[in-house]
């Protein structure tokens, strides 16, 4: 059962949210030496990654990557590693170590492989995973009449690369099994209309029809559930 924590929107929200995440990150540190963090891309995570931009942290022991990725240029504004560079990975937090999601290849299809390479390099588990869900249940790239979410929900792979159905963008996205294969999920929602999807969600029903249930409807990963109803 998801930890929720309910808040009204606003700084002190996106400053409660990074503060929790910057605690588990230096206790990672303190315990294993290194911390690792996959972030989503979207609107929610921008006050986030500001704010945990500004924490106290042994940036230099940190490993920060992506839950998934749309296949365009870094320089493009829809690129999530635009945002988290352009947001977290300034100052001090710049001395991140941050692994791409987004290679040279001519499609997320080509690219695929190599992904599925780096990021298997990784220290699995991942001390934290951020997600995001859209108004139709998705989560990371992994979206309902998605041609390829059978398979995102299934394979033992880390990456797959998917068409999501109407969002813009081919993308890279993790896999469930890799979402799940992390200390800690955090689940960052607003606004009435997700919170009536994320409570449909967690009353239970196919992971296929609202994929954020890979992440709610299991035991193993504590998730918390930061969630602004206005
Ligand atoms: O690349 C992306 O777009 C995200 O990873 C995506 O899964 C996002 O988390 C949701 O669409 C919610 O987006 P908002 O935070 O903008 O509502």
Do not use: C
Request: glycine fraction near 6%; charged fraction near 20%; avoid cysteine.
């Amino acid at each position: 059962m998801p930890t929720e924590h309910l808040f009204a929107t606003g700084a002190q929200a996106a400053a409660d949210i990074a503060e929790r995440i910057a605690t588990i990150l230096s206790d990672a540190i303190a315990v294993r030496g290194i911390a690792t963090i996959a972030l989503s891309g979207g609107r929610s995570p921008r006050p986030v990654l500001e704010a945990l931009s500004l924490a106290t942290l042994d940036w230099s022991k940190l490993i920060v990557t992506l839950v998934d990725e749309r296949w365009v240029d870094a320089a493009s504004a829809d690129s999530n590693e635009r945002l988290v560079r352009d947001t977290l990975l300034q100052g001090p937090a710049a001395q991140a170590r941050f692994v791409p999601m987004k290679t040279d290849a001519a499609d997320a299809y080509a690219g695929q492989p190599d992904v599925e390479r780096a990021f298997a390099a990784l220290p699995w588990p991942l001390d934290i995973i951020l997600l995001g869900m859209g108004d139709d249940g998705h989560t990371a790239s992994l979206f309902p009449e998605s041609r390829e979410l059978a398979e995102g929900l299934a394979t033992d792979a880390l990456t797959i690369a998917a068409t999501p159905p109407a969002a813009p963008h081919q993308r890279l996205s993790l896999t469930a099994s890799a979402i799940l294969k992390s200390r800690h999920i955090f689940l960052q929602i607003s606004g009435a209309s997700k919170k009536a999807v994320y409570d449909r969600a967690l009353a239970g029903g196919p992971v296929e029809e609202l994929p954020i249930r890979l992440a709610l409807l299991q035991d193993d990963v504590p998730v918390e559930v930061w969630i602004a109803e206005n």
